[in-house]
């Protein structure tokens, strides 16, 4: 009887039962057989005890004692950040079981508990998976080829310390690239390699960009890129709206509450290209073509604005839309342009601040050029107004003691300038309003695949709800025009006039966390090189070559107007400006001497794009690698570090602000070490001990202060990296050196984590509530869902912005050049040789390429990388379900499987990313047949609030390759 | 001598197939000892195969008459499909990651998330299954050994792991095929609804760890708790095929329509329906229509600002208030 089990199995079974025809079909017993009636099945049954005994037996072995249990949550890059316990017995850990122990802010809105997911709740297998790295290696064979020598710990810190230390000789502090990757974004382990970066000046590139999960385009409207609110907000919104985002699949432990809020009667509206897991809850699904998301978002700014449906008094407080803008120029019209004289400004207004400025001169010097003017239909003066980056009245209130300001947001005149010159000047506002008839409903049709009833229902919904809020997700970052699109939603988010409570953008909220700095970072004095991500991987990955490759010169001068070389011209002109010690300041920083990688959890070869691989290893003389696990990347090691994974080591996880609750990781109580496995603070503490051993031994023996003493006259307050203090200070003289010192220094020193300490958030469960000291533009109400700005729209503080206001205007000469200093919607860039566009999303199956290789995750998904392909692509291909396809493109090819749907369109290929080389035949992955370009307008730097740094750099794209599918 | 029901509603219409209560059950029982190839707890997407493959269409249950009804026992070619294995121990020799079995055919949720229909009106749902701990159980009706029983105190059925012979018949005859056969034991297992955690005060673990806070957990007599309310008297939890005649009680809050289908210009179409009601009808019964429009004029209601005692009860605003395990927690 060929029942299913594993293959022994099956045989033992065989073998046991002595037989291998019978029928599968079995013959009911019916009545008149030896069928007992059951009249009522609950009888007692006299037997009950034995199989009892066996359940409860086994789940005793699996609960363990819970004075034992440790706490953890799965700090891979997911942004989830769930409290878990850890079920240990006898020393092995055996499952993980939600804490479910948050408390609840208000009777009324649902509670947090449980978070969690399918990948963490089952990290307890992957720790003990037969991929487990369990000592330190060294690489004997070729890289890659997997011949080891398994070596001490103190020779693996050895080579480490001593190549860090000749990099740091030979070429500076700048050859080395010290880092913790996108697989640790946490507060407590990833500040160990970053503070060891510091220490060094080693480089540290910026994650969120180089994995493309950047929001610049958000930071360009609200000056910052990370904001929005709790998850608890959409209970209680009135609409929420999911656009190029699938909170099903990615933001599975918050989900609830949009369901949830749903019952509560909120509208739900997702939008997407792809028929997803979060579409079938939603009451309206708008399928758009993708990269078509600007030109959406501009044709609902068209109908409000066509239809009257914005609130001026919100525009005229919050936007730069009543700002005057020099016709002849496109210039914003500020103070410096203007006599004050002149008979048509209000001087006298001016006086009055001039007053208050003064008061304040101190702490925010005045600058005429960063002072903004409208027309006061009050008085028909133009006027300056508050709240601009070069103004020290930090308000944006219209009327005050002492002024009271009403903008014409329609003002159109004639003005005569300091320099004599007569200009027309008229309103953003009225700019916005023509450029928008561009991009009408009708007009756009086309390109984006919707309706235009559905715009009218969007506008409608987005101005008349109550509470509505409006949700990005990475995809949209992810194509070429992405920033371009994430200014589009964000400008129109800001012309609905929602913020605060009554809701607005929402991307990822970050707390105010204070205290934190210390574990980092030396108080500035020793800085690290902190790199653009998307820059520095794209160059370290020699990605130009690739671009060459796939793009032809009609889809560059379909995305940008350009050809192919001058767009190249162009980007390597802005890249080289920035480059090296030099650059710094000079736009998007990036040091191209590293050749010495001491990196942990970040497993690079998946992500980074087509011959990445090769330039990488190329350019890496020397390169350590920690994980727990055996990763693609860790196949090419020079050095293997063995780490501990989330349930060995102490941790604390604040950030993002999905929810009000700070985690901790705590080992259950008598764990049996892994292998030889450490934390990566210990690996850290190593190191630096190490480093100061080997330079001060060198210096003995050649009496050479250089061999000390390491100049770095631009990271360095004292010019030097000293290396005899390195194990000191690292250390702070032995208090810092293990992950416990690490979270118990954290939760001692952050006020926002007051009154809790390390036992009080074992006894709740692994975690403590942040007090409200957390918000950062709006106070964390106690029994309330959290969302930004309420202190902008209520107590008129300005935004992080140049004019201090929510910003749809950017007058930078480059912007203006290409049409981009007003909101636009431009097509996206991609190979058009090739029919289908690989979307690449966020992973339901694993957090990026952690436990992509959990064998009980491959068992529920096809045990193979797989494809998703649209019916009718799949016939026109003559594919079916199953088999196994080549997608192509002029860069090369990757094996996988077809998987045929009705939900996607029929021009796209969806496959989720993470998934490693080493997992597809001939070890090439997905990404490695992609090609990117930088972003020009991505790469400008310098204009008012568009400086370099976590709000303004640019992001590595992903949706910008196409394949054709084969048969295999 | 107590005799009670525990029963479990799963409302779907919070369900975001996201498997986290397929792994916490895999944890909690079938990650061991021959139990590999087992899913006490599968979710599936339908319409679709399911888990074992077109279990729909393997027999079992009873007839109109209360006969048993021939059934069919999975195999690993037909229904089950391999747990398969990979070389993780290889990856640090150098070796690509590899699955033992080759180039698989089948599995537990090989149909996730497709479902059927046309882009852009297709349609899908996630459909979550445990045993029904039936009240009138085909597989103890069927085991020639008497090795099926009901617990007197909440009614879980169990596979008497001593008397069973290992005959299978109940495999045959469970229509939802949640019976499984351990050829490690040489006995047939199942799920037992966590029972060992319910006697601690603990939900099921696939309840318990559900993050979409879908299932509702208690005794079918306890008139203040959900399941009855949700079952009785708002009668908008259902179970599924009650055709087969074992009377289930596991019941599910059936998926509302969906948004709307769109027409060749691309216009959503008002009031389509996404799912075809008569799909859901042939898995939850003649009722479905009544709990879907219950359901929808509630929400209707609470829209208009109007309470809903229903709606309160399945958003769940404490989530350990989903649970009446009659029990304090003791663990």
Known sequence: ?968 | MSKRQLAMVMDLNKCIGCQTCTVACKTQWTNRNGRDYMYWNNVESRPGAGYPNKWEEFGGGFDQQGNLRDGEIPTRSKGYGDPWDFNHEELLHGDDFKNKSGVPAVGPNWDEEVGEGQFPNSNFFYLPRICNHCANPACLAACPSGAIFKRDQDGVVLVDLDRCKGQRLCIASCPYKKVYFNTKLFKAEKCILCFPRIEKGLAPACADQCVGRIRFVGYLDDKEGQVYKLVHKYKVALPLHADYGTVPNIYYVPPLKGPPKFDGDGKPIEGSERIPLSYLESLFGPDTKAALKRLESEIEQRKQGKGSELLDMLIAFKRDDMFRLGKEREI
């Not at chain 1, 964000?490 to 409570?501: C, F, I, Q, W």
């Open chain 1, 1 to 968: 009887m060929p029942v299913s089990f594993t293959r022994r199995d099956t045989l033992k079974g065989l073998l046991t039962l002595g037989v291998g025809s019978l029928a599968t079909t079995l013959k009911a017993r019916t009545l008149g057989d030896d069928v007992k009636i059951v009249e009522d099945p609950r009888y007692e049954y006299s037997n009950a005890s034995y199989t009892e005994k066996f359940y409860r037996q086994e789940f005793s072995s699996s609960y363990g004692v819970k004075s034992e249990h440790g706490h953890a949550y799965h700090c891979v890059n997911c942004q989830g950040n769930c409290a878990w316990e850890v079920w240990v017995k006898d020393g092995k850990v055996t499952r993980e079981n939600q804490s479910r122990s948050y408390p609840a802010i208000n009777p009324k809105i649902p509670d947090f508990n449980p978070r969690g997911c399918n990948k963490g709740v089952q990290h307890s297998q992957t720790m003990y998976e037969e991929d487990r790295l369990l000592h330190p290696m060294k690489r004997i064979g070729k890289r890659g080829d997997g011949k080891w020598q398994r070596i001490s710990w103190d020779d693996a810190i050895t080579e480490v310390a001593s190549n860090l230390y000749q990099t740091m000789r030979r070429v500076g502090p700048a050859g080395n690239y010290i880092h913790i990757g996108a697989g640790m974004i946490t507060e407590g382990r990833a500040a160990s390699f970053k503070r060891l970066g510091t220490l060094l000046g080693a480089v540290r590139p910026y994650i969120a960009s180089y994995v493309g999960d950047m929001f610049p385009g958000v930071s360009l409207v609200y000056g910052e890129g990370n904001i929005g609110c709790t998850s608890d907000f959409f209970y209680q919104s009135n609409l929420n709206i999911f656009w190029g985002t699938n909170p099903n699949t990615t933001r599975i432990p918050d989900a609830h509450f949009i369901w949830e809020g749903k019952y509560n009667g909120a509208k739900t509206i997702v939008i997407t290209p792809e028929y997803n897991s979060s579409c079938i809850h939603a009451d309206l699904w708008i399928p758009i073509k993708p990269g078509s998301d600007a030109y959406l978002a501009l044709s609902v700014m068209d109908e409000i604005v066509e239809r009257k449906l914005y609130n001026p008094k919100f525009i005229k407080e919050f936007t730069d839309l009543p700002l005057l803008v020099r016709k002849d120029s496109n210039a914003l019209l500020t103070l410096a342009d203007i006599d004050p004289k002149n008979a048509l400004f209000d001087d006298k207004l001016l006086e009055h601040f001039s007053e208050l400025m003064e008061e304040e001169a101190e702490h925010h010097p005045v600058n005429p050029s960063e002072i903004f003017l409208a027309l006061n239909k009050s008085n028909g003066k133009v006027t300056i107004m508050s709240g601009s980056r070069g103004m020290p009245v930090e308000t944006l209130r219209l009327v005050d003691s002492g002024w009271k300001i009403d903008p014409d947001l329609d003002a159109d005149l004639k003005l005569t300038l300091k320099d004599g010159k007569e200009v027309e000047v008229t309103t953003s506002f009225n700019l916005l309003k023509q450029q928008l008839t561009q991009f009408s409903a009708k007009r756009v049709e086309g390109i984006t695949g919707v309706n235009p009833s559905l715009v009218k229902e969007l506008a409608q919904d987005m101005i008349y709800s109550k509470v509505a809020m409006t949700t990005i997700g990475f995809s949209l970052g992810k194509y070429f025009n992405g920033m371009l699109t994430q200014r589009a939603i964000s400008s129109l988010v800001a012309l609905t006039g929602k913020m605060g409570d009554l809701g607005g953008l929402n991307t990822e909220n970050e707390w105010s966390i204070e205290g934190l700095g210390t574990l980092s970072s030396f108080a500035g004095k020793y800085r690290h090189r902190f790199a653009s991500g998307a820059v520095s991987e794209f160059m370290l990955g020699e990605s130009m070559d690739d671009y060459q490759e796939l793009f032809s010169d009609s889809d560059l001068e379909r995305a940008t107007g350009m050809d192919k070389d001058d767009y190249q011209q162009k980007v390597e002109a802005l890249v080289a400006k920035a480059k090296g010690d030099q650059g710094v300041g000079e736009g998007k920083s990036y040091w191209e001497e590293v050749e010495t990688f001491v990196m942990a959890a970040d497993a690079r070869f998946r992500r980074n794009k087509g011959s990445y691989k090769e330039a990488f290893l190329n350019r890496a003389k020397f390169f350590a690698y920690a994980d727990f696990r055996v990763s693609d990347l860790a196949q090419y090691a020079d050095i293997l570090l063995p780490a501990k994974s989330h349930y060995e080591v102490w941790d604390i996880r604040v950030n993002p602000g999905y929810h009000r609750y700070a985690n901790l990781a705590h080992p259950p109580k008598g764990l049996n070490q892994v292998g030889e496995a450490k934390s990566e603070w210990e690996m850290a503490t190593l190191i630096a001990k190490k480093i100061t051993q080997l330079a001060k031994e060198q210096y003995k023996k050649s009496g050479d202060k250089r061999d000390l003493h390491i100049a770095d006259p631009t990271h360095s307050d004292t010019g030097f990296r000293e290396l005899e203090l390195v194990a000191d200070l690292f250390t702070i003289k032995g208090e810092l050196e293990s992950d416990r010192d690490a979270v118990e220094m954290a939760v001692s020193n952050v006020k926002q984590f007051r009154p809790h300490n390390v036992k009080s958030m074992i006894k709740q469960g692994g975690h403590l509530q942040l007090n409200d000291k957390a918000g950062k533009s709006s106070p964390l109400g106690r029994d309330r869902p959290y969302n930004t700005f309420e202190n902008n729209l209520y107590l008129h503080q300005p935004m992080e912005t140049l004019t201090g206001r929510l910003t749809f205007y950017v007058d930078d000469p480059e912007w203006i050049k290409v049409g981009a200093h007003l909101p636009i919607a431009v097509p996206e860039l991609r190979a058009e040789k090739f029919p289908l566009l690989l979307m690449t999303p966020h992973a339901k199956w694993s957090i990026h390429s952690t436990y992509k290789t959990s064998t009980t995750l491959q068992r529920l998904q096809r045990g193979v990388p797989y494809a998703m392909i649209g019916v009718g692509c799949a016939s026109r291909a003559g594919v079916k379900d199953g088999e196994m396809i080549k997608l192509v493109n002029s860069i090369g090819s990757v094996e996988v499987m077809a998987k045929v749907t009705p939900n996607i369109p029929n021009t796209v290929v969806l496959m989720e990313h993470g998934w490693e080389p080493y997992m597809f035949k001939g070890g090439v992955g997905q990404n490695q047949i992609m090609a990117d370009m930088l972003n020009l307008l991505e790469l400008s730097d310098g204009w008012g609030h568009l400086k370099f740094g976590v709000n303004w750099d640019g992001n590595q794209h992903a949706y910008t390759t196409t394949v054709k599918i084969e048969k295999v």
